[in-house]
C-alpha cells in the first residue's frame, strides 16, 4: 500500500520558522499537496508542488523532491492563527493518498 | 465566494438504514469528490467524478455508492449503514485535472451509526 509519513506534532513561537516534512512511499502520482485545517473546521488546500524545487506562497513555501521521496511545508513569522492541523497528500489519478497530519502548536 | 454546501452538520442514523449525503457547489467546477476523515487515518477518497453522470472510486469505496445527475450536485449513497461508517464525511469540488488543482472543501457531515 502507500504511506506518507509526517511528524505527529510540532511547536513552535510566534514569529518563527517551522518546517513539517512529509516522506512518502508511492509512485506515478503527479504531486504534492498540502492542506490546512483547524480545528473542527474544515481543510483549505495551501499548496501544489508538480516539479522538483521549492514554491513560494506568501509566508508558505513548499518543496519536493521526487528522487529522495520527500517534501516539506515551511512556514515562516509564525502567526497564532497558524495553529492548526497540516497535511500532505499525493494523487495519482483516482488515487489520492493523504498523511495524518501534523498539529502544530504556536506559542507566543 | 466560492461555496459547497453540505446537507447536514450532524447526522445520527441505526444500522442497516440507508444515508444519503447531498453535497452542492456553486462555482461550475467539473470536479466532485468524497472523502471520509477519521482521527489518526487522515482523509481517504471514497468517490470522485470529473463530470456529469461520470464516477471513479478512490481508495475506499466499499460500502458507499455514489450519484451525480447535475454539475453542481453530488450525492453519497450509504446503502445499508454500519457502525464503522461513523465518521466526518467531507465533500470537496474544484476545476481542472482532479489530481492537479486544490479542491474547495464543504463544512463537513459527522455521521454517527447507533
Known amino acids: 500500500g502507500q504511506s506518507l509519513e509526517q511528524p505527529s506534532e510540532v511547536t513552535a513561537v510566534e514569529g518563527a520558522i517551522v518546517q513539517i516534512n512529509c516522506t512518502y512511499q508511492?509512485?506515478?502520482?503527479?504531486?504534492l499537496s498540502w492542506y490546512q485545517q483547524h480545528d473542527g473546521g474544515a481543510p483549505t488546500f495551501l499548496s501544489y508542488?508538480?516539479?522538483?524545487g521549492l514554491e513560494e506562497t506568501g509566508r508558505f513555501s513548499s518543496f519536493l523532491s521526487r528522487s529522495d521521496s520527500y517534501g516539506y511545508l515551511l512556514l515562516q513569522e509564525l502567526q497564532m492563527k497558524d495553529s492548526a492541523s497540516y497535511f500532505c497528500?499525493?494523487?495519482?489519478?483516482?488515487?489520492?493518498?493523504f498523511g495524518s497530519g501534523t498539529k502544530l502548536n504556536v506559542k507566543p | 465566494d466560492v461555496k459547497v454546501t453540505q446537507s447536514s452538520r450532524y447526522l445520527v442514523k441505526r444500522t442497516g438504514e440507508k444515508v444519503f449525503l447531498e453535497c452542492v457547489q456553486d462555482?461550475?467546477?467539473?470536479?466532485m469528490f468524497w472523502y471520509r476523515q477519521d482521527p489518526g487515518l487522515g482523509l481517504r477518497l471514497i468517490y470522485f467524478?470529473?463530470?456529469?453522470?461520470?464516477?471513479e472510486k478512490g481508495d475506499i469505496p466499499e460500502g458507499y455508492s455514489v450519484s451525480r445527475e447535475k454539475k453542481e450536485r453530488f450525492s453519497l449513497i450509504l446503502e445499508s449503514a454500519s457502525t464503522n461508517q461513523t465518521s466526518m464525511y467531507l465533500c470537496?469540488?474544484?476545476?481542472?485535472?482532479?489530481?492537479?488543482?486544490?479542491?474547495?472543501f464543504g463544512p463537513g457531515t459527522r455521521l454517527t451509526v447507533l
Open positions: 467524478s470529473y463530470d456529469v453522470k461520470m464516477k
Open positions: 508511492t509512485s506515478g502520482f503527479y504531486g
Open positions: 462555482m461550475d467546477h467539473e470536479n
Open positions: 470537496a469540488s474544484s476545476s481542472g485535472p482532479p489530481a492537479v488543482k486544490g479542491e474547495f
Open positions: 508542488n508538480a516539479l522538483d
Open positions: 497528500a499525493v494523487k495519482g489519478f483516482n488515487k489520492f493518498y
